[in-house]
């Protein structure tokens, strides 16, 4: 039956696109890797044109993909190839709705850009702590529904564990009220954990509540050169011991990142003077001044130095210093897809695990690829690291399409062999949705095509992505 997109221009108030010029930076993810079609793009600018929207789509047989900042990793914003979905983006829905400074919540539209939530947080002398380098253009809607995680898991939790309550279009075209800032509610099932890392296939998130933090007055970091991951981890216990919750982020980074961020940002500085095998940004947090943000840095790089487990460091010794340090992290993800190929891993084990994983899966990489060269960093706080496989430098890397099958395969099943994660903080989306397949027991499948069932019967809600294909 032809759909008479006429009618949806009827349906509700909100911007609408039909023209293939005004659809196009919809219809592919911010790398170029995935391309769909739609009917149209819509920007509603309230959760009932959200609703109306929806209700179109079940009238008309169409489908329903929601969209935020478009910066995820695994396909999941794209639609796919059919022309029969309507993008949603929430773009235009962009209002902090409210903030209790008492309750120590925020609530606000699913298409805050996550940077102006944590401004509007710091203008309330509160802290937002989710962070990642996508920061500026990710959306709070996006971040749920990928359960986003960052830099500040370690102390803070993934998005999950900062959201209280969520409002919520469900594939019906009805509105779910579920803006509670509670932090304790048994009253039924956790319908917010359910949406919440969904990738849009159960429902449209237009607005959430949020949890905020007491904002620390230092934030102090320091680069540290260790020469193994095991070395790594004992700087973190180290800190974890001496510091407690004031350690804010501890993340990873192997001399071959290093090498090929300074590839492609050569006026880079890289602080510390010597060159080791890895390294760790370390960062502390302090409720009250630089000082003490200073002195307990110090105090763990001592220690680490004596007993031999960091061999140099350099501590940022204000703001501007540490902004350019943490530049060095932040722009890895960039460096990459600059650099070109490169078969990319979220995955995520017991951190007691990452020395023999790192060690095993290399060793079986290198055998049966001579050309590849591991670039490995992450949260190595959380748990969480991205075990990236690039072509060498100088090598051309033509065979590398045609390995990442192969890649992935011994990737991920030394990752279940570890009692792992193959996604960790990026979602599944159309990149990991037939691995995931391979890997989760009939049992839990059951469950999850359960949920699927339930809450989108008619499977309108962003079709062919994660839990919502399989
Ligand atoms: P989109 O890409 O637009 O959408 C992602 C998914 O959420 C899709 O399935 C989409 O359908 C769904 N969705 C979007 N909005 C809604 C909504 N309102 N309701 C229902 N479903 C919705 N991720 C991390 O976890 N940690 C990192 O450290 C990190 N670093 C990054 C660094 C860079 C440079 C870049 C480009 C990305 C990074 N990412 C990281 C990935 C990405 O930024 C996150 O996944 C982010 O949470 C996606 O938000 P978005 O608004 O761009 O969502
Ligand atoms: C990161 O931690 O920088 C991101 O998750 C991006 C990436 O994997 O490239
Ligand atoms: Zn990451």
């Given at each position: 039956m032809p759909i008479l997109i006429e009618t949806l221009r009827t349906a509700f108030a909100g911007h609408l696109f039909t023209d293939d010029a005004d659809k196009a930076p919809f219809l592919i993810d911010w790398r170029g890797k995935w391309t769909g079609k739609a009917l149209a793009v819509v920007q509603?600018?309230?959760?009932?044109?959200?609703a109306a929207v929806v209700r179109w789509c079940v009238a008309n047989d169409a489908s329903v993909v929601p969209q935020g900042g478009n910066t995820g990793m695994s396909?999941?914003?794209?639609?796919?190839?059919?022309?029969?979905?309507?993008?949603?983006?929430?773009?235009?829905m962009n209002r902090i709705r409210d903030v209790d400074a008492i309750n120590n919540t925020m609530t606000?539209?699913?298409?805050?850009?996550?940077?102006?939530?944590q401004e509007e947080a710091a203008r309330r002398d509160r802290l937002f702590p989710l962070s990642l380098s996508a920061e500026g253009s990710?959306?709070?809607?996006?971040?749920?529904?990928?359960?986003?995680?960052g830099v500040g898991v370690l102390r803070y939790g993934n998005a999950r564990e900062l959201c209280l309550g969520l409002e919520v279009v469900t594939a019906d075209g009805e509105i779910w009220h579920g803006l509670r800032g509670l932090r304790k509610d048994n009253s039924g099932y956790d319908l917010r954990d359910l949406f919440i890392g969904a990738e849009g296939t159960l429902g449209i998130i237009t607005a959430a509540t949020l949890k905020l933090f007491p904002l620390p007055r230092a934030r102090l970091c320091a680069w540290a050169t260790v020469a193994t991951v095991d070395d790594a981890l004992s700087v973190l216990a180290l800190a974890q011991k001496k510091v407690g919750a004031r350690l804010t982020a501890f993340e990873l980074m192997s001399n071959d990142c290093v090498d090929l961020l300074l590839e492609q940002f050569p006026q880079l500085r890289w602080p510390t003077s010597e060159r080791s095998a890895w390294y760790v940004l370390i960062e502390i947090s302090d409720p009250d001044s630089d000082v003490n943000a200073n002195a307990a840095l110090e105090s763990i790089l001592e220690m680490a130095?004596?007993?031999?487990?960091?061999?140099?460091?350099?501590?940022?010794?204000?703001?501007?210093?540490?902004?350019?340090?943490?530049?060095?992290?932040?722009?890895?993800?960039?460096?990459?897809?600059?650099?070109?190929?490169n078969i990319k891993h979220d995955i995520s084990v017991p951190i007691s695990k990452f020395p023999s994983f790192i060690k095993t899966t290399n060793r079986h990489i290198e055998s049966q690829f001579s050309d590849a060269r591991m670039i490995v960093f992450g949260h190595l706080g959380d748990g969480n690291l991205h075990y990236n496989v690039s072509p060498k430098t100088g090598a051309?890397?033509?065979?590398?399409?045609?390995?990442?099958?192969?890649?992935?395969?011994?990737?991920?099943?030394?990752?279940?062999?570890?009692?792992?994660?193959?996604?960790?903080?990026?979602?599944?989306?159309?990149?990991?949705?037939?691995?995931?397949?391979?890997?989760?027991?009939?049992?839990?499948?059951?469950?999850?095509?359960?949920?699927?069932?339930?809450?989108?019967?008619?499977?309108?809600?962003?079709?062919?992505?994660?839990?919502?294909?399989?």
């Open positions: 509603p600018d309230s959760t009932e044109d959200v396909g999941a914003a794209t639609p796919d190839e059919s022309g029969r979905a309507v993008v949603i983006s929430l773009a235009r606000v539209d699913a298409g805050c850009v996550l940077q102006t939530i990710c959306m709070i809607g996006g971040n749920l529904s990928t359960n986003a995680g130095l004596e007993s031999e487990l960091v061999s140099d460091a350099a501590v940022a010794t204000n703001l501007a210093q540490a902004r350019e340090f943490w530049a060095l992290r932040e722009n890895m993800g960039e460096a990459q897809v600059k650099a070109g190929k051309k890397g033509e065979r590398f399409t045609e390995i990442e099958p192969l890649v992935n395969r011994i990737v991920h099943d030394a990752v279940i062999a570890c009692e792992g994660s193959i996604s960790a903080e990026h979602g599944l989306g159309v990149l990991r949705r037939n691995e995931a397949l391979r890997y989760k027991s009939d049992v839990e499948m059951k469950m999850q095509r359960a949920i699927k069932q339930a809450l989108d019967p008619r499977g309108i809600m962003n079709p062919g992505k994660g839990m919502g294909a399989v």
